[in-house]
T-cell receptor, first 118, second 111 residues
Framework: DVKVTQSSRYLVKRTGEKVFLECVQD?????MFWYRQDPGLGLRLIYF???????EKGDIPEGYSVSREKKERFSLILESASTNQTSMYLC?????????????????FGEGSRLTVL | RKEVEQDPGPFNVPEGATVAFNCTYS??????FFWYRQDCRKEPKLLMS???SGNEDGRFTAQLNRASQYISLLIRDSKLSDSATYLC????????????FGTGTRLKVLA
């Protein structure tokens, strides 16, 4: 089974702190994503990466950065946490380049990291 | 207007009922379509892909109408375990790809 592991299930941080959220997948997937999920707003894409050291902004990248130094690991960084970044953060991965033979379309999610910023 | 719209519900139905969820999408470049299921405080998981000809998986039937930009999910003989939020997802492919999620429809199946 594909496994996507997020480093922390629950975090509590203070305003202004730097926050690292780690995500590791064990199935050699090329594509990795970071979403946040808020009530009434659904899942919104923060950043995604389709290869090592490659990253692209999603719909709400402000206040976030990412790092993908190794294929299996995609990190989300909040440089200076703010209360409006309190949310559930979900990492996902999927295999293959778009339209490639291994492209099933399925997104595999980690269990989520619930971040509270005080 | 949201790119993917769903009725948030909740849909409260008795066990054994048939329930249908609808979803509309606005981006005509959408090429792949999915229904995901999300249990409370859990991550979303793929329920089924949606194909142009329609497809069925046990008690679940998905339909796609590209002309109307409309996707549906039908659940027959509802079980208590079907209680969850159902997310409509479209994927746009252009070199890389982008998944766009609806906000979900909550289903509660009552004993």
């Amino acid at each position: 089974d594909v496994k996507v592991t997020q480093s922390s299930r629950y975090l509590v941080k203070r305003t202004g702190e730097k926050v690292f959220l780690e995500c590791v997948q064990d199935m050699d997937h090329e594509n990795m994503f970071w979403y946040r999920q808020d009530p009434g707003l659904g899942l919104r894409l923060i950043y995604f990466s389709y290869d090592v050291k490659m990253k692209e902004k999603g719909d709400i990248p402000e206040g976030y950065s990412v790092s993908r130094e190794k294929k299996e690991r995609f990190s989300l960084i909040l440089e200076s946490a703010s209360t409006n970044q309190t949310s559930m953060y979900l990492c996902a991965s999927t295999p293959g380049l778009a339209g490639g033979h291994s492209d099933t379309g399925e997104l595999f999610f980690g269990e989520g990291s619930r971040l509270t910023v005080l | 207007r949201k790119e993917v719209e769903q009725d948030p519900g909740p849909f409260n139905v008795p066990e054994g009922a048939t329930v249908a969820f609808n979803c509309t999408y606005s981006n005509s470049a959408s090429q792949s379509f999915f229904w995901y299921r999300q249990d409370c405080r859990k991550e979303p998981k793929l329920l089924m892909s949606v194909y142009s000809s329609g497809n069925e998986d046990g008690r679940f039937t998905a339909q796609l109408n590209r002309a109307s930009q409309y996707i549906s999910l039908l659940i027959r003989d509802s079980k208590l375990s079907d209680s969850a939020t159902y997310l409509c997802v479209v994927r746009i492919t252009s070199g890389t790809y982008k998944y766009i999620f609806g906000t979900g429809t909550r289903l509660k199946v009552l004993a």
